[in-house]
Protein backbone atom coordinates (compact mmCIF):
# COMPACT_ATOMS: atom_id res chain seq x y z
CA UNK A 1 0.00 0.00 0.00
CA UNK A 2 1.64 3.74 -1.10
CA UNK A 3 1.87 5.95 1.98
CA UNK A 4 -0.33 8.56 2.09
CA UNK A 5 -1.69 11.63 4.22
CA UNK A 6 -3.14 10.75 7.51
CA UNK A 7 -5.96 12.54 8.19
CA UNK A 8 -7.97 11.38 11.50
CA UNK A 9 -11.51 9.74 10.82
CA UNK A 10 -13.84 12.27 12.46
CA UNK A 11 -16.38 9.53 12.39
CA UNK A 12 -14.45 6.92 14.39
CA UNK A 13 -14.01 9.02 17.53
CA UNK A 14 -11.83 6.53 19.22
CA UNK A 15 -8.93 7.76 16.63
CA UNK A 16 -9.10 11.31 18.51
CA UNK A 17 -8.63 9.99 22.17
CA UNK A 18 -8.22 13.37 24.39
CA UNK A 19 -6.74 15.31 21.04
CA UNK A 20 -9.50 17.90 21.01
CA UNK A 21 -9.73 17.57 25.39
CA UNK A 22 -8.43 20.95 27.33
CA UNK A 23 -8.75 23.60 24.43
CA UNK A 24 -9.62 26.31 26.88
CA UNK A 25 -9.31 28.50 24.39
CA UNK A 26 -10.89 26.78 21.42
CA UNK A 27 -14.18 28.69 19.97
CA UNK A 28 -16.70 27.58 17.40
CA UNK A 29 -16.95 28.96 14.11
CA UNK A 30 -18.98 32.04 14.47
CA UNK A 31 -22.69 32.04 14.11
CA UNK A 32 -22.28 34.18 10.44
CA UNK A 33 -19.59 32.22 9.18
CA UNK A 34 -21.65 29.00 9.75
CA UNK A 35 -25.25 30.33 8.57
CA UNK A 36 -22.58 31.26 4.96
CA UNK A 37 -20.98 27.87 5.24
CA UNK A 38 -24.74 26.14 5.14
CA UNK A 39 -25.66 28.66 1.98
CA UNK A 40 -22.64 27.92 0.33
CA UNK A 41 -22.79 24.13 0.81
CA UNK A 42 -26.71 24.31 -0.62
CA UNK A 43 -25.16 25.62 -3.71
CA UNK A 44 -22.94 23.11 -4.09
CA UNK A 45 -24.68 20.85 -3.76
CA UNK A 46 -27.17 22.34 -5.79
CA UNK A 47 -25.05 22.86 -8.51
CA UNK A 48 -23.09 19.91 -8.41
CA UNK A 49 -26.50 17.63 -9.19
CA UNK A 50 -25.49 14.48 -7.93
CA UNK A 51 -22.00 14.56 -8.79
CA UNK A 52 -19.62 12.84 -5.96
CA UNK A 53 -17.39 16.17 -4.19
CA UNK A 54 -13.93 15.79 -4.51
CA UNK A 55 -12.49 19.15 -1.61
CA UNK A 56 -9.13 20.34 -2.82
CA UNK A 57 -6.41 20.92 -0.61
CA UNK A 58 -6.65 22.05 3.17
CA UNK A 59 -8.89 25.35 2.14
CA UNK A 60 -12.14 23.69 1.65
CA UNK A 61 -11.36 20.70 4.34
CA UNK A 62 -14.84 22.57 6.48
CA UNK A 63 -17.41 21.52 3.98
CA UNK A 64 -15.98 18.21 3.54
CA UNK A 65 -15.87 17.83 7.36
CA UNK A 66 -19.68 19.58 7.82
CA UNK A 67 -20.75 17.61 5.14
CA UNK A 68 -19.65 13.89 6.01
CA UNK A 69 -21.64 14.18 8.86
CA UNK A 70 -24.64 15.48 6.99
CA UNK A 71 -24.64 12.73 4.51
CA UNK A 72 -23.82 9.63 7.21
CA UNK A 73 -26.24 7.33 6.62
CA UNK A 74 -28.26 8.94 4.24
CA UNK A 75 -29.45 7.37 0.99
CA UNK A 76 -28.72 8.74 -2.56
CA UNK A 77 -26.40 11.50 -0.68
CA UNK A 78 -22.74 11.78 -3.01
CA UNK A 79 -19.65 10.38 -1.55
CA UNK A 80 -17.14 13.61 -0.33
CA UNK A 81 -13.62 12.88 -0.65
CA UNK A 82 -10.23 15.46 0.81
CA UNK A 83 -7.80 15.80 -1.88
CA UNK A 84 -4.47 16.70 0.38
CA UNK A 85 -2.53 18.65 -2.82
CA UNK A 86 -0.82 21.69 -2.91
CA UNK A 87 0.53 23.80 -5.98
CA UNK A 88 -0.84 26.43 -7.96
CA UNK A 89 2.08 26.30 -10.56
CA UNK A 90 4.70 23.87 -11.67
CA UNK A 91 7.32 25.73 -12.47
CA UNK A 92 8.66 26.06 -15.80
CA UNK A 93 8.50 23.03 -18.21
CA UNK A 94 4.90 22.64 -16.37
CA UNK A 95 3.95 19.12 -15.06
CA UNK A 96 5.70 16.80 -17.32
CA UNK A 97 8.99 18.86 -15.91
CA UNK A 98 8.32 17.57 -12.19
CA UNK A 99 10.60 14.96 -10.74
CA UNK A 100 8.84 11.04 -11.91
CA UNK A 101 9.54 10.06 -7.89
CA UNK A 102 7.08 12.99 -7.14
CA UNK A 103 4.74 12.49 -9.93
CA UNK A 104 4.95 8.35 -8.72
CA UNK A 105 3.95 9.27 -5.11
CA UNK A 106 0.87 11.72 -5.87
CA UNK A 107 -0.73 9.32 -8.16
CA UNK A 108 -0.52 6.86 -6.07
CA UNK A 109 -2.42 8.90 -3.20
CA UNK A 110 -5.21 9.39 -6.06
CA UNK A 111 -5.51 5.44 -6.50
CA UNK A 112 -5.64 5.12 -2.94
CA UNK A 113 -8.64 7.67 -2.84
CA UNK A 114 -10.62 6.29 -5.42
CA UNK A 115 -9.64 9.12 -7.55
CA UNK A 116 -7.04 8.05 -10.21
CA UNK A 117 -8.25 8.64 -14.20
CA UNK A 118 -9.66 5.24 -14.60
CA UNK A 119 -11.77 5.66 -11.31
CA UNK A 120 -13.23 8.45 -12.19
CA UNK A 121 -14.29 7.06 -16.08
CA UNK A 122 -15.69 3.89 -13.91
CA UNK A 123 -17.60 5.69 -11.20
CA UNK A 124 -21.50 5.55 -11.30
CA UNK A 125 -21.26 9.05 -10.86
CA UNK A 126 -19.69 12.30 -12.05
CA UNK A 127 -16.80 13.80 -10.08
CA UNK A 128 -16.95 17.25 -9.01
CA UNK A 129 -13.58 19.41 -7.84
CA UNK A 130 -14.32 21.52 -5.73
CA UNK A 131 -12.01 24.60 -4.56
CA UNK A 132 -10.91 27.90 -3.42
CA UNK A 133 -10.60 29.52 -6.77
CA UNK A 134 -8.83 33.29 -7.43
CA UNK A 135 -7.16 32.70 -10.50
CA UNK A 136 -7.44 29.35 -11.19
CA UNK A 137 -3.98 27.75 -10.69
CA UNK A 138 -4.69 24.77 -8.69
CA UNK A 139 -7.36 23.39 -10.49
CA UNK A 140 -5.33 24.00 -14.24
CA UNK A 141 -2.50 22.15 -12.20
CA UNK A 142 -4.39 18.99 -10.92
CA UNK A 143 -6.46 18.51 -14.31
CA UNK A 144 -3.00 18.72 -15.90
CA UNK A 145 -1.75 16.18 -13.49
CA UNK A 146 -4.96 13.89 -13.68
CA UNK A 147 -4.52 14.16 -18.04
CA UNK A 148 -0.45 12.87 -17.66
CA UNK A 149 -1.67 9.98 -15.31
CA UNK A 150 -4.08 8.85 -17.77
CA UNK A 151 -1.85 9.28 -20.02
CA UNK A 152 1.23 7.02 -18.14
CA UNK A 153 -1.96 4.51 -17.16
CA UNK A 154 -3.47 4.25 -20.58
CA UNK A 155 -6.68 5.85 -19.51
CA UNK A 156 -8.99 7.27 -22.28
CA UNK A 157 -8.50 10.84 -20.97
CA UNK A 158 -11.73 11.82 -23.20
CA UNK A 159 -13.77 9.18 -20.55
CA UNK A 160 -12.41 10.94 -17.82
CA UNK A 161 -13.09 14.47 -18.81
CA UNK A 162 -16.25 13.88 -19.55
CA UNK A 163 -17.16 12.50 -15.85
CA UNK A 164 -15.85 15.79 -14.32
CA UNK A 165 -17.13 19.15 -13.13
CA UNK A 166 -15.57 22.17 -11.33
CA UNK A 167 -16.98 24.21 -9.05
CA UNK A 168 -15.12 27.52 -7.77
CA UNK A 169 -15.61 29.22 -4.65
CA UNK A 170 -14.97 32.54 -5.67
CA UNK A 171 -15.20 36.18 -4.13
CA UNK A 172 -18.13 37.65 -3.84
CA UNK A 173 -18.88 41.12 -6.78
CA UNK A 174 -21.46 43.16 -8.10
CA UNK A 175 -22.87 40.89 -10.77
CA UNK A 176 -22.61 42.69 -14.18
CA UNK A 177 -22.01 42.02 -17.46
CA UNK A 178 -18.37 43.07 -17.55
CA UNK A 179 -17.36 40.79 -14.62
CA UNK A 180 -14.35 39.05 -14.53
CA UNK A 181 -14.23 35.18 -14.08
CA UNK A 182 -11.74 33.04 -13.51
CA UNK A 183 -12.89 30.72 -15.93
CA UNK A 184 -12.11 33.29 -18.78
CA UNK A 185 -9.17 33.21 -21.29
CA UNK A 186 -7.38 29.80 -19.51
CA UNK A 187 -5.94 27.88 -22.16
CA UNK A 188 -5.71 24.75 -20.41
CA UNK A 189 -9.80 24.32 -20.62
CA UNK A 190 -8.36 22.60 -23.95
CA UNK A 191 -8.22 20.14 -22.08
CA UNK A 192 -11.72 19.73 -20.80
CA UNK A 193 -13.83 20.75 -23.20
CA UNK A 194 -17.18 19.00 -21.69
CA UNK A 195 -16.46 20.03 -18.72
CA UNK A 196 -19.76 21.76 -16.76
CA UNK A 197 -17.95 24.81 -14.75
CA UNK A 198 -19.75 26.54 -11.98
CA UNK A 199 -19.07 29.39 -9.88
CA UNK A 200 -20.31 30.05 -5.79
CA UNK A 201 -19.81 33.56 -4.81
CA UNK A 202 -18.82 33.44 -0.84
CA UNK A 203 -18.59 36.28 0.75
CA UNK A 204 -14.51 37.84 1.06
CA UNK A 205 -14.49 37.74 4.89
CA UNK A 206 -15.40 34.11 4.84
CA UNK A 207 -12.76 33.42 2.21
CA UNK A 208 -10.24 34.98 3.91
CA UNK A 209 -10.93 33.03 6.57
CA UNK A 210 -11.33 29.49 5.31
CA UNK A 211 -7.85 29.91 2.85
CA UNK A 212 -5.62 32.23 5.12
CA UNK A 213 -6.31 32.60 8.88
CA UNK A 214 -8.35 29.33 10.23
CA UNK A 215 -5.87 26.83 11.07
CA UNK A 216 -5.88 23.33 9.37
CA UNK A 217 -6.24 19.51 10.66
CA UNK A 218 -3.20 18.68 8.58
CA UNK A 219 -0.16 20.14 6.88
CA UNK A 220 0.24 21.41 3.35
CA UNK A 221 0.66 18.27 0.62
CA UNK A 222 2.89 20.39 -1.11
CA UNK A 223 5.56 18.39 -4.33
CA UNK A 224 8.36 18.27 -1.44
CA UNK A 225 5.86 15.48 0.85
CA UNK A 226 3.84 13.38 -2.31
CA UNK A 227 6.79 10.81 -2.26
CA UNK A 228 7.09 10.63 1.57
CA UNK A 229 3.75 12.31 3.08
CA UNK A 230 4.60 13.88 6.77
CA UNK A 231 3.17 12.39 9.49
CA UNK A 232 3.90 13.44 13.39
CA UNK A 233 2.39 15.12 16.50
CA UNK A 234 -0.32 17.44 16.41
CA UNK A 235 0.41 21.09 17.32
CA UNK A 236 -1.87 23.37 19.17
CA UNK A 237 -3.31 24.95 15.67
CA UNK A 238 -3.73 21.49 14.43
CA UNK A 239 -5.74 20.37 17.46
CA UNK A 240 -7.74 23.30 17.74
CA UNK A 241 -8.53 22.62 13.64
CA UNK A 242 -9.59 18.60 14.48
CA UNK A 243 -11.95 20.39 17.50
CA UNK A 244 -13.72 22.02 14.51
CA UNK A 245 -13.97 19.16 12.32
CA UNK A 246 -15.59 16.99 14.70
CA UNK A 247 -17.88 19.66 16.17
CA UNK A 248 -19.03 20.67 12.11
CA UNK A 249 -19.59 16.85 11.60
CA UNK A 250 -21.49 16.73 14.88
CA UNK A 251 -23.48 19.57 13.40
CA UNK A 252 -24.19 18.10 10.15
CA UNK A 253 -25.58 14.81 12.12
CA UNK A 254 -28.43 16.49 13.61
CA UNK A 255 -31.98 16.40 12.31
CA UNK A 256 -32.04 20.19 12.63
CA UNK A 257 -29.47 20.54 10.78
CA UNK A 258 -30.18 18.60 7.67
CA UNK A 259 -33.65 19.80 7.33
CA UNK A 260 -32.31 23.43 7.88
CA UNK A 261 -29.49 22.90 4.21
CA UNK A 262 -32.67 20.46 2.92
CA UNK A 263 -34.70 23.73 2.69
CA UNK A 264 -32.32 25.66 1.03
CA UNK A 265 -31.50 23.69 -1.37
CA UNK A 266 -35.26 23.21 -2.19
CA UNK A 267 -35.76 27.35 -2.58
CA UNK A 268 -32.74 27.02 -5.67
CA UNK A 269 -33.97 26.84 -9.86
CA UNK A 270 -31.99 23.15 -9.47
CA UNK A 271 -34.84 21.60 -7.51
CA UNK A 272 -36.26 20.50 -11.20
CA UNK A 273 -33.02 18.27 -11.19
CA UNK A 274 -34.29 14.55 -10.15
CA UNK A 275 -30.88 14.05 -8.91
CA UNK A 276 -31.58 17.41 -5.85
CA UNK A 277 -35.07 16.51 -5.49
CA UNK A 278 -33.91 12.75 -4.06
CA UNK A 279 -31.35 15.00 -2.41
CA UNK A 280 -33.58 16.77 -0.60
CA UNK A 281 -36.14 14.36 0.53
CA UNK A 282 -33.63 11.88 1.93
CA UNK A 283 -32.14 14.42 3.84
CA UNK A 284 -35.80 15.22 5.04
CA UNK A 285 -36.30 11.77 6.35
Known sequence: MPETPFRWNIARREQLGSLTEGLSDYRFMRADDLVILRRTSARLLALSNGADLAFIGRSPENFFDYLSGLFEGVEAAPTCHLVQFSMRWPGEGGVRALPRDKLEGLFAYLRALGLAPADIAAAPAPL???????????????????HLQAEWEGTDWNAVQRRLKLIGLTHRTKN???????????????????????????????LYLIANFQAKVTRSHHIGRWASPERGTLDHDQRLALRLAADLYDLGRTREERHRLAGLIARTHQMRQPKTRALVTALKR
Not at 128 to 145: H, K, N, P
Not at 176 to 204: E, F, H, Y
Open 176 to 206: SPNTWRWQQNQAWLDLIPDVDIKNVSVPSGF
Open 128 to 146: ALVDFVAYGGTMETLVSLL
